[in-house]
């Protein structure tokens, strides 16, 4: 299985951007799908998950300017981030719960991180 995120880069504050992830491989489904981030210094925190049938869940600091989706049929996660502040320099990652065609079990997978720079 392969999660390739795209979507990170340089942004002034105030500013937008829109992660993606996309998982690849023989998947049957998949169950929750989430973004993590690491910033300079920090512990790893999650941002945002979301489950197979769309509930959500942010850590309060971007709750209003951040917004997690997901495409089923593409087996895709996104992340628009909005308002973007410097503090939310970070490396985004993006995680999913994977079911393979004939396992019985999801196992979570991480995708490669996609670095976030804002400045002010």
């Known amino acids: 299985v392969q999660l390739q995120a795209y979507g990170g880069g340089l942004v002034q504050a105030g500013g937008s951007l829109r992660l993606s992830c996309t998982a690849s491989?023989?998947?049957?489904?998949?169950?929750?799908m989430g973004w993590y981030r690491r910033a300079p210094g920090k512990q790893r925190e999650l941002v945002a998950a979301?489950?197979?049938?769309?509930?959500?869940e942010y850590v309060d600091s971007v709750k209003g300017r951040f917004t997690i989706s997901r495409d089923n049929a593409k087996n895709t996660v996104y992340l628009q981030m909005n308002s973007l502040k410097p503090e939310d320099t970070a490396v985004y990652s993006c995680?999913?719960?994977?079911?393979?065609?004939?396992?019985?079990?999801?196992?979570?997978?991480w995708g490669q991180g996609t670095l976030v720079t804002v400045s002010s």
């Open positions: 491989g023989t998947i049957f489904s998949i169950n929750d």
């Open positions: 995680t999913a719960d994977i079911v393979f065609l004939g396992q019985g079990w999801s196992d979570k997978y």
């Open positions: 979301i489950t197979t049938y769309g509930r959500t």
